[in-house]
């Protein structure tokens, strides 16, 4: 079963930019969809970017909210998905989960807060 763990989290001023990843510490992530989440106290997890799985050629897919300001990314040699993220607002605060839908996997999530 995969396992995955975040890193990459801080805080940053509006316009910043970060770069989260998604380690796998266990199995190998180029067989599965990576998604992003991002969730905020009160709120359920929202979807941020979602990454398929290497050769599967379905489409890498963007919430509306980050689209043309975030980009998903895998490093297969890492065995690592990323998550640069720039042009950053406050409202993108939150914490940062990455999950493995197929083995409903999450990691333990990331702080990132975009604030003056």
């Known amino acids: 079963q995969v396992q995955v763990v975040e890193s990459g989290g801080g805080t940053v001023q509006p316009g910043g930019s970060l770069r989260l990843a998604c380690a796998a510490s266990r199995g190998m992530l180029t067989g599965y969809t990576v998604s992003w989440y991002r969730q905020v106290p009160g709120a359920q997890r929202g979807l941020v970017a979602s990454i398929p799985r290497f050769f599967s050629g379905d489409r890498i897919s963007y919430g509306d909210a980050v689209k043309g300001r975030f980009t998903i990314s895998r490093d297969n040699d890492k065995n690592t998905v990323f998550l640069d993220m720039s042009s950053l607002k406050p409202e993108d605060t939150g914490v940062y989960y990455c999950?493995?839908?197929?083995?409903?996997?999450w990691g333990q999530g990331t702080q990132v807060t975009v604030s003056s």
């Open positions: 999950y493995v839908p197929e083995a409903t996997t």
